[in-house]
């Protein structure tokens, strides 16, 4: 079964800074991996969508990695903002075409 | 614009009660999902469907039930079988496919009195 980890829980960052969060999944055989924005009370906004046969996407500050053979992603953010401040899921295929297996999320807070 | 709708934002009911959320979307996606986010656990899969008229239990379907009707709707009752039905609640969407980009709404809070 599918288990999703993300590393660390939370993060406390002064404005300005780069940051990468971390994202380690148990099952490499994925389609995709896929990383979401949550706001307080809020939905998930979709940031970055990785496909298997990609090693990266960017979007803005953004960068996203992904490394299949070692069951890791990783989230780039460069010169973070306070409205950076949320939390941050990735989540990826359980197998094949079947719902999203979550993370727990990174907590993020970019400090003025 | 294109989008998920969930509704109501905010509901309370009492215990006993069934309560059903109500999702709808526009973006012609074939699939739709309900997760359930309490804090420090994650969002946890409740039901999906791929296709109208069909449906497939999650990892906590007990106490939930759905329907899939039509392509845009997807509405989930709590019923009050589930033990403890206080949380927020996501429905999600994508096109059909290994591929495709899921999308949220932005929830609804269910509080049990």
């Known amino acids: 079964k599918q288990e999703v980890t993300q590393i660390p829980a939370a993060l406390s960052v002064p404005e300005g800074e780069n940051l990468v969060l971390n994202c380690s999944f148990t099952?490499?055989?994925?389609?995709?991996l896929q990383w979401f924005r949550q706001d307080p009370g809020k939905g998930l906004t979709s940031l970055l969508l990785?496909?298997?046969?990609?090693r990266e996407q960017t979007s803005g500050r953004l960068n996203a990695s992904l490394d299949k053979s070692s069951g890791r992603s990783t989230l780039y953010i460069a010169a973070s903002q306070p409205g950076d401040s949320a939390t941050y899921l990735c989540?990826?295929?359980?197998?094949?075409?079947?719902?999203?297996?979550f993370g727990k999320g990174t907590r993020l807070s970019v400090i003025a | 614009d294109g989008g998920i709708t969930q509704s109501p934002k905010y509901l309370f009911r009492k215990e006993g009660q069934n309560v059903t959320l109500s999702c709808e979307q526009n973006?012609?996606?074939?699939?739709m999902y309900w997760y359930r986010q309490d804090p420090g656990q994650g969002l946890r899969l409740i039901y999906y469907?791929?296709?109208?008229?069909?449906?497939q239990k999650g990892d906590i379907a007990e106490g939930y039930s759905v329907s899939r009707e039509k392509k845009e709707s997807f509405p989930l009752t709590v019923t009050s079988a589930q033990k403890n039905p206080t949380a927020f609640y996501l429905c999600?969407?994508?096109?059909?496919?290994?591929?495709?980009?899921?999308?949220f709404g932005e929830g609804s809070r269910l509080t049990v009195l």
């Open positions: 999600a969407s994508k096109i059909a496919g290994d591929t495709g980009e899921l999308f």
């Open positions: 099952d490499s055989a994925i389609y995709n």
């Open positions: 990785i496909q298997s046969s990609q």
């Open positions: 989540a990826v295929p359980s197998s094949g075409n079947t719902p999203l297996v």
């Open positions: 973006l012609n996606h074939d699939a």
């Open positions: 469907s791929q296709i109208v008229n069909d449906f």
